[in-house]
Each structure stands twice: as C-alpha cells, then as structure tokens.
Nanobody
Framework: QVQLVESGGGLVQAGGSLTLSCAAS????????MGWYRQAPGKQRELVAT???????NYADSVKDRFTISRDNAKNAVNLQMNSLKPEDTAVYYC???????????????WGQGTQVTVSS
C-alpha cells in the first residue's frame, strides 16, 4: 500500500504565502517524478510544478517566479512554496508521484487526497 499525504493548505489573503508538503509512505522502492497539480471549481486539473529525482523542475507559466518546488529524496517528500498568491490560485492542490514498489516493477502513478488552498482578495 502506498499513500501520499498532503498538508499545509488553508486560507490566505492575496499577496500572502503558503507552503504545501507531501510525503509518500508505504512499500516504495524508488520515486521518479513528484509534482503538484491543482483543480479549481468547474475547471480541469492542471499541472502546477514537477521535480525529478535529480532535481530538474518544471513550472506552469502562471506560477513561474512565484512558486518553488523542492524535494527531499531521503524522506520521499515534496514541498511547494507559494508566494505572492492570487485569488486565481484558489483550488484543491494534489500531490502526485511516479514510483515503483520493487526493483523489477514498473512505475505507477499515485495521487494524494488533495488540500484546499483559498486566496481571498
């Protein structure tokens, strides 16, 4: 069994900051890419940021220069530092990981349960 557990969501005023954290637990051999996605009401889930095990990052244009993704490989954890938050950042944020549970298994994709981020104007 593998679980991704997010924390750190909440309510913040525009211009404020929040840090989201996600830890993967269970029977994990290795994790390739970890990332954050978000889904606002009535919209499709979209990529926010990803980071590889080697530290290469990728950001959505809408969050570049405001959000920073980081990772602790030893703890199977990924964080998202969000600065200069805007009302349009309001969404449920989901942690995502491509991982394999054994040396000879294939990579599979896992999702966390989501954490709500609300930015008031």
């Amino acid at each position: 069994q593998v679980q991704l557990v997010e924390s750190g969501g909440g309510l913040v005023q525009a211009g404020g900051s929040l840090t989201l954290s996600c830890a993967a637990s269970g029977s994990i051999f290795s994790i390739n890419v970890m990332g954050w996605y978000r889904q606002a009401p009535g919209k499709q889930r979209e990529l926010v940021a990803t980071i590889t095990s080697g530290g290469s990052t990728n950001y959505a244009d809408s969050v570049k220069d405001r959000f920073t993704i980081s990772r602790d490989n030893a703890k199977n954890a990924v964080n998202l530092q969000m600065n200069s938050l805007k009302p349009e950042d309001t969404a449920v944020y989901y942690c995502n990981a491509d991982l394999r549970r054994g040396r000879f298994t294939t990579y599979q994709n896992y999702w966390g349960q989501g954490t709500q981020v609300t930015v008031s104007s």
